[in-house]
């Protein structure tokens, strides 16, 4: 989801009403936030890690559709 844990909580929200069981997790781009179900604070990723470039490789893609 793109966006931080006040998108993150509405989408599950959402999820949770309609019996959707994907897992999911957002990503607030200015400090490269993850935030995930159930945590209160986000994991920070590395610049240069792989996780990092796989996420922004895949949120780039969203675009090519």
Known sequence: ???GK????SVKQI???LNC????????KRE????????STP????RNSMQFI????RASMRWMY
């Open 1 to 3: 989801i793109d966006g």
């Open 6 to 9: 006040g998108q993150l909580s």
């Open 15 to 17: 999820m949770d009403e």
């Open 21 to 28: 069981n994907i897992e999911v997790i957002s990503l607030a």
């Open 32 to 39: 490269e936030e993850v935030f995930v179900p159930g945590k």
């Open 43 to 46: 994991y920070i990723l590395p």
């Open 54 to 57: 796989s996420m922004q490789e």
